[in-house]
């Protein structure tokens, strides 16, 4: 995972296991496999009115903690013989998700 510190100061613990992000003292774990999509999609992780981790940003937010990028799915083309006009044929099979492609940013936590 590409790790990215956007400002400075203490920054929240995490820990990456497999395809999941830990936050914090295992306050928020996330699946980050689960959230890929066929386009790029963002995680915003904060710290809400009550200092407990959050994941989006409302009216309840205090302020950014980190933000995960995943980037758009992959796919790979595999071709399944001819049809019927002799033209090669196949289908798209999504590539294995790889969370080494995807950005953890950072923030300061200070007040």
């Known amino acids: 995972m590409i790790i990215v510190e956007k400002t400075s100061g203490q920054k929240i613990t995490y820990k990456i296991n497999g395809n999941k992000i830990t936050f914090g003292n295992d306050e928020m774990t996330v699946n980050i496999e689960s959230r890929e999509r066929d386009h790029a999609m963002q995680i915003d992780i904060c710290t809400?009115?009550?200092n407990c981790l959050a994941t989006g940003v409302n009216e309840n937010t205090?302020?950014?903690v980190a933000q995960v990028d995943i980037p758009a799915r992959e796919y790979d083309y595999i071709e399944d013989g001819l049809d019927e006009n002799g033209q090669a044929k196949g289908m798209e099979m999504p590539v294995?998700?790889?969370?080494?492609?995807?950005?953890?940013?950072?923030?300061?936590?200070?007040?």
């Open 48 to 50: 809400d009115k009550d």
């Open 62 to 64: 205090r302020k950014y």
């Open 96 to 111: 294995t998700f790889d969370i080494e492609k995807c950005t953890l940013s950072l923030w300061g936590m200070e007040e």
